[in-house]
Protein backbone atom coordinates (compact mmCIF):
# COMPACT_ATOMS: atom_id res chain seq x y z
CA UNK A 1 0.00 0.00 0.00
CA UNK A 2 1.77 3.75 -1.26
CA UNK A 3 1.49 6.37 1.45
CA UNK A 4 -1.86 8.59 0.56
CA UNK A 5 0.61 11.69 2.58
CA UNK A 6 2.11 14.05 -0.08
CA UNK A 7 5.68 13.90 0.09
CA UNK A 8 6.09 17.76 0.75
CA UNK A 9 4.04 17.38 3.82
CA UNK A 10 5.78 14.30 4.95
CA UNK A 11 9.19 15.85 4.73
CA UNK A 12 7.98 19.32 6.37
CA UNK A 13 6.92 16.61 9.46
CA UNK A 14 10.12 15.22 9.38
CA UNK A 15 11.57 18.27 9.31
CA UNK A 16 10.32 18.98 12.83
CA UNK A 17 11.66 16.27 14.46
CA UNK A 18 14.63 18.29 16.04
CA UNK A 19 12.51 20.22 17.50
CA UNK A 20 10.28 17.75 19.16
CA UNK A 21 12.82 15.68 20.28
CA UNK A 22 14.07 19.13 21.76
CA UNK A 23 10.97 19.44 23.55
CA UNK A 24 11.02 16.04 24.66
CA UNK A 25 14.31 16.14 25.58
CA UNK A 26 13.11 19.08 28.38
CA UNK A 27 10.35 17.69 29.35
CA UNK A 28 12.56 14.10 30.43
CA UNK A 29 14.84 16.85 32.25
CA UNK A 30 11.85 18.52 33.95
CA UNK A 31 10.65 14.65 35.03
CA UNK A 32 13.68 13.74 36.48
CA UNK A 33 14.49 16.51 38.74
CA UNK A 34 10.96 15.87 40.22
CA UNK A 35 10.60 12.30 39.82
CA UNK A 36 12.15 12.15 43.93
CA UNK A 37 9.18 14.13 44.68
CA UNK A 38 5.80 12.35 45.20
CA UNK A 39 3.75 15.41 44.96
CA UNK A 40 2.11 17.67 43.05
CA UNK A 41 5.04 18.78 40.53
CA UNK A 42 5.47 15.28 39.69
CA UNK A 43 2.20 14.37 39.21
CA UNK A 44 2.28 17.36 36.79
CA UNK A 45 5.64 16.70 34.94
CA UNK A 46 4.58 13.32 34.18
CA UNK A 47 0.84 14.60 32.45
CA UNK A 48 2.63 16.94 30.68
CA UNK A 49 5.12 14.06 29.15
CA UNK A 50 2.59 11.54 29.01
CA UNK A 51 0.36 14.88 26.62
CA UNK A 52 3.24 15.47 24.62
CA UNK A 53 4.15 11.77 23.75
CA UNK A 54 0.42 10.94 22.95
CA UNK A 55 0.19 13.57 20.45
CA UNK A 56 3.46 12.76 19.04
CA UNK A 57 1.76 9.28 18.72
CA UNK A 58 -1.30 10.72 17.15
CA UNK A 59 0.87 12.83 14.64
CA UNK A 60 3.09 9.69 13.96
CA UNK A 61 0.52 7.58 13.04
CA UNK A 62 -1.09 9.77 11.13
CA UNK A 63 1.81 10.43 8.85
CA UNK A 64 2.66 7.07 8.62
CA UNK A 65 6.30 6.74 10.59
CA UNK A 66 5.88 2.98 11.88
CA UNK A 67 9.14 3.13 13.60
CA UNK A 68 8.25 6.04 15.81
CA UNK A 69 4.43 5.16 16.51
CA UNK A 70 5.75 2.52 17.85
CA UNK A 71 8.16 3.17 20.12
CA UNK A 72 4.95 6.51 21.46
CA UNK A 73 2.89 3.11 21.81
CA UNK A 74 5.72 1.57 23.88
CA UNK A 75 6.67 4.90 25.95
CA UNK A 76 2.70 5.50 26.58
CA UNK A 77 2.47 1.73 27.50
CA UNK A 78 5.36 2.39 30.12
CA UNK A 79 3.47 5.67 31.83
CA UNK A 80 0.26 4.13 31.98
CA UNK A 81 1.20 1.62 34.13
CA UNK A 82 -0.36 1.60 37.61
CA UNK A 83 3.16 1.45 39.56
CA UNK A 84 5.26 4.54 37.45
CA UNK A 85 8.32 2.96 36.63
CA UNK A 86 11.13 6.60 36.98
CA UNK A 87 13.89 4.48 35.30
CA UNK A 88 11.99 2.39 32.63
CA UNK A 89 10.03 5.61 31.91
CA UNK A 90 13.66 7.61 31.33
CA UNK A 91 15.13 5.19 29.20
CA UNK A 92 11.73 4.72 26.86
CA UNK A 93 12.30 8.94 26.86
CA UNK A 94 15.97 8.67 25.88
CA UNK A 95 15.34 5.94 23.01
CA UNK A 96 12.31 8.13 21.58
CA UNK A 97 14.62 11.04 21.72
CA UNK A 98 16.86 9.22 20.27
CA UNK A 99 14.53 8.24 17.62
CA UNK A 100 13.53 11.20 16.34
CA UNK A 101 17.35 12.81 16.01
CA UNK A 102 18.36 10.19 13.63
CA UNK A 103 14.85 8.39 11.95
Not at 82 to 88: C, E, H, I, M, P
Request: with cysteine; glycine share 4%; aromatic share 6%.
Amino acid sequence: MSSKIPTELLEKYRQSFGEKAEQLTSLLETFSHQAANEGEQRGESIKELHHFVYQLSSSATTYECKALADKTREFLKVVEQGDLNVQATLTCGHALVHLLQHP
